[in-house]
């Protein structure tokens, strides 16, 4: 099998297991992984699919620029240049944008802080913070339908090899060095989002 296949595969496992959860409602979300360094290759998901199902065309082979590496009648996901921005600043390895009702529902709540803090919950040790009053701070970018600008501003955020980054109203997106960090850090965020909104409904 070859490096592309096997990263083909690899992303279409994590789709599998995202949609099981149905976090790509109405096609929406999509997924990348890296497959080669120099030159710089990612798969991306092909817009407009049903996540629900596993195809062949699943998927495309991009450039660092998210152009088709080959012709191809499939359109790269619309938000591929946030996984361009991730690639081409960190040595991550993959990269999820999912939309939950949670996560919008949080980042509409503080959306207008432009951030949400948790501190004192053990998940966010999923986020490599282990000291015992560690807070985690997840920033909320404004949903610019321009996504030339949309990536501008996310690429603000974009400075470590793992990162999270909520844009309001649209979703979330994280990113790893393997696709199993990147998954974790995905789940990790929605547990915190659902605490939180679980919360709010308890101290009202």
């Not at 999923?126 to 600008?149: G, M, Q, R, S, V």
């Not at 696709?179 to 929605?190: G, T």
Request: hydrophobic content about 40%.
């Amino acid at each position: 099998m070859t490096n592309l296949q096997q990263r083909w595969e690899e992303l279409a496992d994590i789709k599998d297991e995202l949609a099981t959860r149905d976090w790509f409602m109405g096609t929406s979300g999509n997924l990348a992984i890296k497959v080669s360094e120099s030159p710089l290759q990612f798969l991306v998901t092909a817009s407009g699919k049903d996540k629900r199902k596993r195809t062949s065309e699943d998927f495309l082979l991009v450039d660092a620029s998210g152009q088709a590496v080959e012709e191809t009648h499939l359109k790269p996901s619309a938000e591929t240049l946030l996984h361009v921005e991730i690639y081409n600043k960190t040595k991550a390895g993959c990269s999820l944008h999912v939309h939950t009702v949670e996560n919008n529902v949080v980042s509409e709540l503080y959306g207008d802080q432009g951030e949400i803090t948790f501190k004192g919950q053990e998940i966010i040790k999923a986020f490599d913070k282990w000291e015992e009053d560690a807070t985690l701070t997840i920033p909320i970018i404004y949903n610019h339908a321009h996504i030339p600008t949309l990536a501008r501003e996310f690429s603000e955020h974009v400075q470590e090899d793992t990162g999270v980054v909520l844009i309001r109203n649209h979703g979330i997106t994280v990113w790893g060095r393997t696709p199993f960090e990147a998954k974790k850090l995905l789940e990790a965020a929605e547990f915190l989002f659902r605490y939180q909104l679980r919360l709010m409904e308890f101290t009202k």
